[in-house]
């Protein structure tokens, strides 16, 4: 039989139950659609967090107190309480020559008011270094002051969200506002950068880092930015700091360090992953695809009883006919991944419309992985169904008896 | 060209076997006209299977044109089957969704000829059975015996040696039965062995030949050239 007979045939057979073939050919579309817009959407995180990491620049480094056991090192001794990251430890570390550039950060919640208004918002006590390292600036105002590393200035920035619950429409900069406890005077307003790194900047205030040491009445830092000059080695630098913190922290390099690129690489492998997994769960559709083909499949076997048995009468071969119900499998998948692919495509042009800010992307296999496994699972799940076709006693099936 | 010898078929339904065919030894040449007759359930459409290849037989043996066909592959005997065999069921067993011209040529498409050769062959056997005028017509809109015409051109398209019939009038008047008998005799004086299996006595007798059977065994198997009974 040739191929385009074969097309012929199953094609008619379609027609006469054009029901029941849209339904598995949606059920198919659906599957291999699901596949790749949520791969897509998997794939677009990854690049979402890649550009988002871009945008800090590449020559960050990361330093927390304490040390994170997962990367190594001697098991801290017990009894010892791990030493706090200060202020003085961060001026040290800033001192080593490939460092360019400095943040420290205290960070916690307070309330800010203005008269009767008052919202409970991220606080952020850091210094001037904080704004070019996170590539960040005011739209209004200034930064905080070179002095805030020293003085405990009566000042604070606010995120543009913030500023606007606060003052509404009315000029913020140069007005007083409440922090916790503290008077301080508005220096500046955040331009409106939206989020990053899942950090709201809109509703937020920053002080100077030794206003916050006052206002939560600690010295300890959250962690310490430190952007390094280009060309610097993040393993000789890291090195280098590990060696002020042991100076300082009598032999103990009681920090951990994790620079932009570890970072990067760790999210990019957890979303890979994820993205993985996601477009495994979304192949379970096209596994549920494959049963419906089956099961319908198996009745209309039986449904077609005298028609099989007639064709072997008339000299249809055993695998001719398996070949035939095999064929109609095949396209019935072929029809849904090219409807499923078209619904993909469509769904990835809108949500881009809608989001353009999401850079969504189906990645190169997300098609050919759907189309390949809605395929398998279409042949794989008609064999059965076309098997029995295949072995159907042509006497009895002529007959139109069930045995 | 037809040797059966000793052939034999048992079904099995439920624990009691049951002997559709029983010793059965029946040579047929080139060419000829049988008819078979019987009771219900003596075997007659069991025996047109085993010669159509749709059945093998438990024991016993059938050669079809010198070849024994017993020890034949599945893919062998289907090939056999649609080159020289021609099935007409009582029901004539057309595709429903395909129309006159794309039943006769389902043959001529499973053995992959190319489409201007089954276009002029199904043509052809269209014009001999006078239903060139119903070639895209379905199923459902034909009569009785127009199907039974679009059947037999189905069964000659491949133009196989022998045309077997499974009570070929079984479901039509009087008038088309006539019609469906005269057409399968033309086909037999053209050279096609024809073998009918039938209940109606007039239609048997029109055959040079007439097997009889009765409980699976050939009871009786005559010839003469006037088509009148002798063991009848
Ligand atoms: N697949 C089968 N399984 C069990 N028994 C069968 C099978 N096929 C046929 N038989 C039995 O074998 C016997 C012969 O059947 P067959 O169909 O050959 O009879 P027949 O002479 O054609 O009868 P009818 O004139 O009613 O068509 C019957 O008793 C029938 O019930
Ligand atoms: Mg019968």
Redesign the pocket.
Known sequence: MNPGDQLRFNWQVFRGQWTRTLMLVVAVAIGVAAVILLTSLGEGARRYISAEFASLGNRLLIVFPGRNETTGGAPPVYGVAPRDLTLEDARALARVPAVRDMAPIIAGTTVVSRQRLSREVLTIGTTPGFFSVRRIDVGRGRILPEASHQEALAVCILGAHLKKELFGSERAVGEWVRVGERRVRVVGVLRDEGESLGMDMNDMVIIPVRTAEQLFDSPKLFRVLLELQEGADTETVTERLRAVVRERHEGEDDVTIVSQDSLLAAFDNILTTVTLAISAIAAISLLVAGILIMNISLISVSQRRREIGLLKAVGASRRQVRQLFLGEAFLLVALGSVLGIAVAVAGVVLMRELWPAFPLMPPWWAAPAAVITAVLSGLVFSWLPASRAARLDP??ALRGNIP | MIELAAVNKT?R?GGQP?H?LRDINLNIGAGEYLSVM?P???????LLNMIGLLDRPDSGSYRLNGTATEALAEEKRAAMRRDNIGFIFQSFQLVNRLTAFENVELPMVLAGQKRGVRRQAVNEVLDILGIADRRHHRPGQMSGGQLQRVAIARAIVMKPRVLLADEPTGNLDQASGEEVIKALEDLNREGITLLV?T?DLALGRRARRRIR?VDGAISGDDRNESGRSTAL
Request: charged share 5%; hydrophobic share 40%.
């Open positions: 006497v009895l | 079904y339904m049951l559709a019987g219900s359930g003596s075997g007659k459409s069991t299996v209940h059977m």
